[in-house]
């Protein structure tokens, strides 16, 4: 096996190519991503699954897709569909998909040995109790009373929890290690629990389900994996891991190496499957894939591309400690690849109705408009007597600077024509509802005079044939400090204006017929996507992302 070139600063890139320099792993790496089937993914997996599989890919590997699937109570197959549609989506292909439910006879093996070998035993302490025995960060731990019961008293006792004579809480299965032990996981840490509950996939056939510290070594173990890399919080279970596979007499040249990096933390948001829950489950958003949550599926809706986000992971890198990401450095990532793949089109989303008075009546012509300023291609737009700004382009009384259009001041129209304004029609309340305007029939884009200077360009459409479309505005879903942290209870943070909804924007009719995910720069505005409610006789937009970039400006400064 070759070592991988040009490693750089990534510390888990170069903790692998140690062990292979060591001859360690022979037969070749092998990755995991090992997400359990309790929630949406959201882009902190992202940052483990470009991790996992892109370790797997550079040191030509393989990555296994694995559902931790222990706890029956809070894990579905609709999280399990999920969570594959997410990681193809993103870009990636497993080599084996596993579930840990495919390994209970196995696990239940295990922990027999473990008993036999006199490391584990029954406890009938209730978890308060245990919680109490376990000590504190300075202060060691009470072993439990049932600690010292025998062998054939304890493989008993685990047979019938097995077979389904007591209840929920009654009994677990724990470790003997060391309750004095400074790592508070290694004081006698549970390995079973008793569940009544019915599992996705093995229905009732179990009634104990092992714990997420002992099925995830084995199960790594039993795959084959050669380097289990996960977040930081799991660095101070990293001695159980070892030591299970240790008690359990794997080979110490094969077993799997657990390695732990920063999770990725992000401005504005929260990354957690609970809180996300709440969210879902409190009605403050539409749904897991809401395109203000920041899970893989929410932000797919948005208009978010699999490109951008691989890229915002690579840029973040993989670090040693926990550090705070900057929301404007993700949405960076999306506005540059958006920019190269982007179709450019018109879209009023506040209309102001203008007439051109000297235009001809019953007139339409169509106006070359290119699609791409690099890709090129071109549509035709239409252009007749009556067209829609947007309703912040016109200013009666406008501030020094104010290049758009005015009483008696000119702009040009994209791809058309300079108008000028001659008259403010208002209603009966003084509001303003149309503008008559002149225009310039030589000023024409790409025409002889089309050279003729004014200093405003602005974005319309054709009134006559514009469509309308609901289009959705997003902000931020939570509101921060000054330093981009959220309080504790980050649901009194929730931002009030993170959804606003337009319904009567107007858009040009080249969008008549488009599919749902398409994205487009809508000129002047943004980045958007046609999101899954649209219908044919209903036009629905998310906004992806805005064209000014904050994050640039910071890199810059």
């Known amino acids: 096996m070759l070592e991988k070139e040009n490693i750089g600063s990534n510390f888990v890139e170069n903790a692998i190519n140690e062990d292979l320099k060591n001859e360690k792993y022979t037969e070749g790496i092998h990755t ?9 993914l959201h882009i902190g997996h992202a940052k483990s699954i470009c991790l996992n599989f892109g370790l797997a890919r550079n040191f030509t590997g393989k990555c296994n897709l694995r559902f931790d699937d222990t706890n029956p109570t809070k894990e579905d197959t609709e999280y399990v569909d999920s969570i594959q549609e997410d990681v193809k989506w993103l870009g990636f292909k497993w080599d084996e998909q596993h579930y840990a439910s495919d390994y209970f006879q196995r696990l239940y093996d295990f922990a027999v040995e473990l008993i036999k070998r006199g490391k584990a035993f029954v406890c009938d302490l209730s978890s308060d109790e245990i919680r109490e025995y376990r000590g504190t960060l300075t202060e060691p ?4 009373p049932y600690r010292n019961r025998t062998v054939e008293e304890n493989l008993d006792l685990f047979q019938r929890m097995k077979a389904g004579e007591f209840p929920d809480g009654s009994h677990v299965l724990r470790a003997k290690i060391d309750m004095a032990s400074p790592n508070i996981t290694m004081r006698d840490p549970v390995l079973y629990r008793i569940a009544h509950a019915e ?3 093995t229905g009732n056939e179990w009634c104990i389900y092992p714990m997420y510290d002992f099925a995830h070594p084995l199960s790594d173990a039993i795959e084959g994996i050669t380097h289990s890399v996960c977040t930081l919080e799991f660095e101070e279970h990293r001695p159980l891991y070892d030591w299970l596979l240790e008690s359990l007499g794997f080979e110490v040249g094969k077993r799997p190496r657990q390695i732990e990096f920063a999770r990725l933390n992000l401005t504005n948001t929260v990354m957690s499957k609970r809180k996300l829950r709440q969210l879902v489950e409190g009605g403050y958003v539409s749904g897991w894939d809401d395109p203000r949550m ?3 599926s929410g932000l797919r809706r948005r208009g978010y591309t699999p490109a951008a986000l691989r890229d915002f992971c690579e840029r973040i890198g993989v670090a040693k400690s926990n550090s705070l990401v900057d929301v404007a450095m993700l949405e960076h990532c999306v506005r540059e690849d958006l920019n190269e793949q982007a179709d450019r089109v018109m879209a009023v989303l506040e209309p102001l109705k203008v007439v051109i008075t000297n235009y001809p009546e019953g007139q339409t012509e169509y106006l070359e408009a290119e699609n791409h300023p690099t890709r090129g291609g071109h549509r035709f737009v239409p252009f007749s007597r009556e067209i829609y700004i947007e309703r912040e382009d016109f200013e009666e009384n406008p501030p020094k600077k104010f290049f758009r259009l005015k009483p008696d ?3 040009r129209l994209k791809h058309a024509y300079i108008i000028k304004c001659e008259e403010v029609i208002k209603d009966a309340d003084g509001n303003i509802v149309e503008l008559h305007c002149t225009y310039d029939p030589e000023s024409k884009t790409g025409g002889a005079t089309a050279g003729r200077k004014v200093k405003g360009t602005l974005h319309w459409v054709d009134a006559k044939s514009a469509l309308q479309a609901e289009v ?3 902000d931020y879903l939570l509101l921060t400090d000054e330093n981009g942290n959220t309080p504790d209870d980050f649901l009194s943070a929730l931002n009030p204006n993170s959804l606003r909804v337009i319904k009567d924007a107007m858009v040009e009719p080249s969008l008549k017929h488009i599919a749902e995910g398409t994205r487009y720069q809508f000129l002047r505005k943004g980045y958007f996507c046609v999101d899954k409610d ?4 209903h036009l629905v937009f998310n906004e992806v992302v805005g064209l000014r970039d904050t994050w640039a400006k910071v890199k810059k400064d």
């Open 32 to 40: 995991r991503f090992p997400p359990e089937p309790n929630g949406y």
């Open 141 to 144: 731990g009470k072993e439990s």
């Open 199 to 201: 599992h996705h996939r």
């Open 294 to 296: 920041p899970t893989i």
């Open 409 to 411: 001041g000119e702009v």
């Open 472 to 474: 959705r505005l997003y």
């Open 534 to 537: 649209t219908t044919p006789e």
